[in-house]
């Protein structure tokens, strides 16, 4: 099984301000996928992000608000920029465990609070 | 569009009571499903899985059959403990030019003692 690490594990940032979340996986792996689950809710697919090219963002969500980078195989970043209370919501990075079934595998998520 | 809707919750139990958990889905393919837990403060970990008709998924005392004629996937286990205590999240995950994963809402339980 891969080994996924996000940073920060939990943060409390205020309005107006942006943060970036960091994801780092034991293994080189071509899509890493960031979800948000809003509390008490179920996951949401904010993107797909792919070494060298730009992330493929769901509908709702848009670049200018949730710019992500992947500089290689192992790594990628999530900002949550201009943040306000809506933002409030753990944050999650996945990667598939299995190709072949799209089975996914989660970091433990980084919890953010906008006051 | 696939969809995946479960019993909503919360759903109390006691220890050693009986656990079903319903979910049913709508795919126009042939989907892999899966049950994820997400333990308090924790993030998201696979359940178990079923990837085709009539497979049985099945991981710590859960269960869960794919029926494609009902298009369901219900979690059961037999007798709860405290440590079942979770969120459980019936998943989709279908191949269209790429797999896409479909969560449900996710149902919340809650095992007393």
């Known amino acids: 099984s891969a080994v996924i690490s996000q940073k920060p594990s939990r943060d409390i940032c205020q309005r107006g301000t942006s943060l970036t979340i960091q994801c780092q996986v034991d293994?080189?792996?071509?899509?890493m996928f960031w979800y948000r689950q809003q509390p008490g809710q179920s996951l949401t697919l904010i993107a797909t992000?792919?070494?060298?090219?730009?992330?493929?963002?769901e509908s709702g969500f848009v670049i200018d608000k949730f710019p992500i980078s992947r500089p290689n195989l192992t790594f990628s970043t999530l900002t949550v920029s201009n943040m306000s209370p809506e933002d409030s919501s753990i944050y999650l990075c996945?990667?598939?465990?299995?190709?072949?079934?799209?089975?996914?595998?989660f970091g433990e998520g980084s919890r953010l609070t906008v006051l | 569009g696939d969809s995946v809707t479960q019993m909503e919750g919360p759903v109390t139990l006691s220890e050693e009571a009986f656990l079903t958990i319903n979910c049913t889905y709508t795919?126009?393919?042939?989907?892999?499903l899966f049950w994820y837990v997400q333990y308090p403060g924790e993030g998201l970990q696979l359940l178990l899985k079923?990837?085709?008709?009539?497979d049985k998924g099945s991981n710590k005392g859960f269960e869960a059959t794919y029926r494609k004629e009902t298009t369901s996937f219900h979690l059961e286990k037999g007798s709860v403990q405290v440590s079942d205590s979770a969120v459980y999240f019936c998943?989709?995950?279908?191949?269209?030019?790429?797999?896409?994963?479909?969560f449900g809402a996710g149902t919340r339980l809650f095992v007393k003692a």
């Open positions: 998943a989709l995950s279908d191949y269209t030019g790429g797999f896409k994963t479909i």
């Open positions: 795919a126009t393919g042939y989907p892999s």
């Open positions: 079923a990837t085709k008709a009539d």
């Open positions: 996945s990667v598939y465990r299995s190709t072949n079934t799209g089975e996914l595998f």
């Open positions: 293994s080189q792996v071509t899509m």
């Open positions: 992000a792919n070494q060298g090219s730009e992330a493929t963002y």
